[in-house]
Nanobody, 115 residues
Framework: QVQLVESGGGLVQPGGSLRLSCAAS????????VGWYRQAPGQQRELVAT???????YYADSVKGRFSISKDNAKNTVYLQMNGLKPEDTAVYYC?????????WGKGTLVTVSS
């Protein structure tokens, strides 16, 4: 069982930056994939970025060039650097890790982009 805790959300003005963190209770070194999703009010959860083990990192078109996913295996932490934030980026952001074919989710962190 892996528990995930996201942090780093908050209120930011358009054009600003935030870095989200996802701390895992266990090792993520051999995780099959790590990723970030988001869910805006009244909308379905959508994939933002994913980093599969041994594969290419994927970004949704809406965040390409602005967001960057990374992980620190020593700290068992996944990050999402978000630059050039837009009001449409407002959502609850969730971290997901897949280990041995099982998906683990955090409870999310709210990001609000507003002036």
């Amino acid at each position: 069982q892996v528990q995930l805790v996201e942090s780093g959300g908050g209120l930011v003005q358009p054009g600003g930056s935030l870095r989200l963190s996802c701390a895992a209770s266990g090792s993520i070194f051999r995780a099959e994939a790590v990723g970030w999703y988001r869910q805006a009010p009244g909308q379905q959860r959508e994939l933002v970025a994913t980093m599969p083990s041994g594969g290419s990192t994927y970004y949704a078109d809406s965040v390409k060039g602005r967001f960057s996913i990374s992980k620190d295996n020593a700290k068992n932490t996944v990050y999402l650097q978000m630059n050039g934030l837009k009001p449409e980026d407002t959502a609850v952001y969730y971290c997901k890790i897949r280990n041995f074919g099982i998906n683990y989710w955090g409870k999310g962190t709210l990001v609000t982009v507003s002036s």
